[in-house]
């Protein structure tokens, strides 16, 4: 058996700590993806514009710019359970300390809101001795089969089956039991297809192929409760097997809609846009449920004053035409807000979904390159900026071929913006992964 010892507490597990330290917050009843700890929130309506909060969070983001720059984005702020959700509302998921945990209820799991397929993923985790616990990787909302509906990364000293921490539960043991209670740890997973390595602070204890015909290909990243209290916080996620939507040599792979008014040119590895009227550039392609990552900046000249600039990724939408080149879901790009406060966006704000939410922050500033992360899964969309979540929304309408009048899940095109003469953004490593079905 082996007892992996305390270990030194990194920098950015460090920084993380000590900024969440009094960030203790009551359970709440229900957990949800909403800001249930410190903030009011509201659903959002078939015609809302907007996601009220009453009292803004404090902005901490444990990602380093090398970090947001490779991909890497973070499932949980430190203060808040906002893009999360419960499967079983009796259990007592709350923050406390800068750490997401439990120590009271029934067996349940509390997931991301959208599901993710390959990636790599960081976790630190602590546990009671003689507690039971686990890290769900594509998981179903409840899943009842261990080796169909999920891979089940255990946390626990002791097992009937003997799979103790660092082993997927009915599937593969480690090579000696572990015992990992009551001290601080980090996972550190890569999923990759039926591939999967596992990392406890920093050495393998897992390497598992995963030969199931009905193995899982996607699905939520999970914490358990089951037994004992169970703290988790720094978990991290850098989706993988992206494919580049952009050569940045041409515009190999796009087309300009009929009727755009607008300039795309490939200028330093980048899609440079300008506008009189509005235009769109859209891919050849068409994607359904996905990963999307794209880094853009909005060069504007703070001498010549005037509001922010305004762009926009649009997806799921339908081919453009002269007539109705922009039937789509809009990502906003607009980085103003009121005053000194980044949590009132100017006009949705960036990584809105426009005309449905608002960025419950506006993390860039023109003439700052930033990343969006976009996933789309069925009628959950859900976006990061920098890697810091600014929007995680459910399409309840009823269904439509045309998103601005609808659900649609449907594939469709994604496309960059033109919007007016101000226009004058750049576009560099656009990626996108589909995501496969359960």
Not at 301 to 312: A, M, R, Y
Not at 337 to 365: C, H, L, M, Q, Y
Request: charged share 25%; aromatic share 8%.
């Amino acid at each position: 058996m082996i007892r992996f010892q305390p270990r030194c507490v990194c920098m950015l597990g460090l920084l993380a700590l000590l900024a969440n330290a009094s960030c203790s917050q009551s359970p709440p009843t229900t957990p949800t993806s909403a800001e249930a700890e410190v903030t009011e929130s509201t659903s959002v309506s078939d015609n809302a514009t907007a996601e009220s909060q009453a009292t803004a969070i404090e902005y901490h983001n444990p990602l380093s710019p090398e970090q947001i720059t490779d991909g890497w984005i973070s499932l949980f702020d430190g203060q808040t359970l906002y893009g999360w959700v419960s499967n079983e509302d009796s259990v007592n998921w709350h923050v406390a300390d800068g750490c997401i945990t439990s120590d009271e209820g029934e067996k349940g799991l509390l997931h991301t809101s959208v599901p993710f397929a390959d990636y790599e993923l960081q976790c630190d985790f602590r546990f009671d001795p003689g507690g039971n616990s686990g890290l769900f990787l594509r998981t179903k909302h409840v899943p009842e089969n261990a080796q169909t509906d999920c891979y089940e990364l255990n946390l626990a000293d002791d097992h009937p089956t003997g799979h103790t921490t660092g082993s997927y539960v009915d599937l593969k043991q480690t090579d000696e039991p572990i015992v990992a209670s009551g001290d601080w740890h980090t996972f550190h997973v890569t999923l990759d297809g039926d591939h999967s390595v596992v990392r406890l602070d920093g050495e393998v204890v897992l390497d598992f192929t995963d030969d199931q015909p009905d193995g899982p290909r996607s699905g939520f990243v999970g914490l358990q409760r089951n037994q004992g209290k169970v703290e988790f916080k720094n978990i991290l996620l850098k989706p993988l097997n992206m494919t580049d939507l952009f050569n940045g040599t041409d515009l190999t792979g796009w087309r300009k809609v009929p009727g755009s008014q607008s300039e795309f040119a490939v200028e330093d590895g980048t899609i440079h846009v300008t506008a009189e009227k509005q235009g769109f550039l859209e891919t050849e392609g068409t994607y359904g449920d996905f990963v999307f990552q794209a880094e853009s900046i909005c060069h504007r000249d703070p001498g010549q004053g005037g509001e922010p600039l305004n762009s926009g990724y649009f997806f799921r939408a339908k081919p453009g035409t002269e007539e109705a080149p922009s039937h789509g879901y809009e990502v906003q790009i607009h980085n103003g807000w009121e005053g000194d406060d980044r949590t009132k966006p100017t006009n949705a704000g960036t990584g809105a979904i426009f005309r449905r939410t608002e960025a419950r922050r506006v993390i860039p500033s023109d003439n700052e390159w930033f990343t969006t992360t976009l996933v789309a899964a069925g009628p959950h969309i859900a976006v990061w900026v920098d890697g810091y979540q600014v929007t995680d929304w459910e399409d309840t309408r009823e269904p439509s071929d045309n998103p601005r009048e609808g659900l649609r899940v449907a594939p469709g095109h994604i496309s960059l913006q033109g919007h007016d003469p101000t226009t004058d953004l750049s576009f560099r490593d656009l990626h996108v992964a589909e995501i496969p079905e359960h």
